[in-house]
């Protein structure tokens, strides 16, 4: 994200700290969404491809970021399951 505000982003959920997705993460989740397969945590289909992501809750929901916006909403995080993520994706 290069900025030094990042480093004092937390979940809004769990408070704990925030961090930027890796591109092999964010590009799978794109051809998720793409493919018309991503939700969110309200039950709501992803509809547009993510410019970024955070990564929250030890690996297990991000957020989204569109146009260098961080959607910081409980209900907009996207879980993150098995089948969209490897442990070495996500570190």
């Known amino acids: 994200m290069g900025d030094p505000l990042f480093d004092m982003l937390i979940c809004p959920s769990t408070r704990e700290p925030l961090r930027q997705a890796n591109q092999q993460l964010l590009q799978r989740l794109n051809d998720e969404v793409v493919a018309g397969r991503l939700k969110n945590v309200a039950g709501s289909q992803v509809e547009t491809p993510m410019d970024d992501a955070l ?30 993520v490897l442990d070495e994706v996500i570190t």
């Open 55 to 84: 990564i929250a809750d030890r690996g297990r929901k991000v957020f989204p970021v569109y146009d260098n916006i961080m959607v910081l909403i409980a209900d907009e995080a996207i879980e993150l399951t098995e089948e969209l």
